[in-house]
């Protein structure tokens, strides 16, 4: 089998739900050998979250778990106990990086510290993904999806579109973990940023993230609106500056970006007089009136369907797209085409089809080569193939609840 990107990356993984896990995920769709340590008996949170096959609860069978963990090892292992602790630090010697997801107080109280880390292996990656960060008077804050995506600011200019006097609703979160996944994908960005880095100097480093910053980091427009006219940003300044928008057609909807294209998009609907208007046809006047605009292009598009509308902007280079959804989706022949999708089959799950890596490296590509581990699938391969614990060791750790 020829040899991946991060081929020579030893990737632990302590952390659990999305934003750890998706990171994690990311490294191990380039080549990194990824070990998930999960607790005993309950295992990842994510493994309790759905949907499940049949809307039946299965530990695994989680969607969502299946996902983010494929072409991982999974062992079980509870730190907290003497036994447990000492396994975990024979597994950081082993590491080149560790994810982990746990508050100041937690890796504090088990003596895991990066100061503490260090020592036992100084050339390690800590990367700590934490609610607010290590330091600051938030530090000990809990959070989670929700509470990131409000406190970075990523759901104060929700709702928008086709709703009425917006600025009396309150501030509506994206849906499916957006946060959490932003969170993982800044995550294995930094991580890539550290392994180059170590190539230097071989010296450690400890990445501290914060969810709230990594969210915050998104909102660039409204920042920079604030920052040079130290205003806050209504709920309508993308579509009302930006003249974006959702436009219903015979089957469904598009979404059209007009934009620096209007004279693309007024051609693509044959030039019709009202175009002609000084109140569209000059650019400074035209965001004053991106109502009015937009209620004479969903006439138009009334009149069309989503692939007529579609065709026709391909045709003349007017950025636009048909609003998909998640069936629509997995039968996009662009995705097809890039063989984005792979059917994965798991020992319980069964086969089930998978978004692959977001990406194409053209000497090193990115594949599902094996599906999410089963909780302590591979505690003997670890331990005693790795680590040479007897298997009379293993069955007394498991006894123990250690493992």
């Known amino acids: 089998m020829a040899p991946k990107a991060l081929s020579d990356v030893k990737v632990l993984e302590f952390s659990d739900f999305v934003s750890g896990p998706y990171c994690g995920k990311l490294l191990s769709n380039m080549g990194a050998q990824v070990i998930k340590v999960e607790k005993p008996g309950l295992g990842d949170a994510a493994r309790s979250w759905g949907p499940f096959p049949g809307n039946l609860p299965h530990p695994e069978k989680s969607g969502l778990f299946l996902f983010l963990n494929t072409n991982k090892s999974g062992v079980t292992l509870n730190p907290q106990t003497a036994a447990g602790l000492k396994i975990f630090k024979e597994l950081l010697k082993w590491a080149d990086v560790l994810i982990e997801d746990h508050s100041v107080k937690e890796m504090k109280n088990l003596g895991l510290t990066y100061t503490q880390i260090k020592k036992i292996n100084p050339s390690l990656i800590m990367l700590s993904i934490?609610?607010?960060?290590?330091?600051?008077?938030?530090?000990?804050y809990k959070g989670n999806d929700l509470i990131a995506a409000h406190a970075g600011t990523e759901a104060f200019g929700n709702p928008d579109e086709g709703v009425k006097d917006t600025a009396n609703l309150p501030p509506l979160k994206v849906p499916n973990h957006a946060a959490d996944f932003m969170c993982g994908l800044t995550a294995a960005a930094c991580v890539m940023g550290a392994l180059l880095g170590r190539k230097n100097n071989k010296r450690g480093h400890h990445i501290d993230l914060s969810r709230q910053?990594?969210?915050?980091?998104?909102?660039?427009?409204?920042?920079?609106?604030?920052?040079?006219?130290?205003?806050?940003?209504?709920?309508?300044?993308?579509?009302?500056?930006?003249?974006?928008?959702?436009?219903?057609?015979?089957?469904?909807?598009?979404v059209i970006w007009i934009g620096p294209h209007y004279h693309l998009v007024v051609k693509m609907m044959g030039d019709p007089e009202w175009a002609k208007e000084p109140m569209f046809a000059d650019p400074l006047q035209r965001n004053s009136y991106i109502v009015e605009l937009n209620q004479l292009i969903t006439a138009w598009t009334?009149?069309?369907?989503?692939?007529?509308?579609?065709?026709?902007?391909?045709?003349?280079?007017?950025?636009?797209?048909?609003?998909?959804?998640?069936?629509?989706?997995?039968?996009?022949?662009?995705l097809e085409f890039r063989k984005f999708w792979q059917e994965v089959d798991h020992p319980v799950?069964?086969?089930?089809?998978?978004?692959?890596?977001?990406?194409?490296?053209?000497?090193?590509?990115?594949?599902?080569?094996?599906?999410?581990?089963?909780?302590?699938?591979?505690?003997?391969?670890?331990?005693?193939g790795m680590l040479k614990y007897t298997r009379e060791q293993l069955v007394r750790l498991r006894q123990g609840g250690i493992i």
């Open 213 to 254: 910053e990594a969210v915050a980091s998104i909102t660039r427009q409204q920042l920079a609106y604030y920052s040079v006219m130290e205003e806050t940003p209504s709920r309508e300044f993308g579509r009302k500056k930006f003249g974006g928008f959702l436009y219903p057609c015979q089957d469904g909807y598009v």
């Open 302 to 334: 009334m009149e069309h369907t989503a692939e007529e509308i579609n065709s026709l902007a391909l045709e003349h280079g007017v950025p636009c797209s048909l609003v998909r959804s998640v069936k629509d989706l997995v039968a996009d022949e662009q």
């Open 130 to 140: 934490t609610p607010f960060g290590q330091t600051g008077p938030f530090k000990d």
């Open 349 to 384: 799950a069964g086969k089930l089809k998978y978004p692959g890596a977001p990406f194409s490296l053209s000497a090193t590509p990115g594949v599902i080569e094996r599906p999410a581990p089963q909780l302590a699938e591979h505690n003997e391969a670890v331990y005693c």
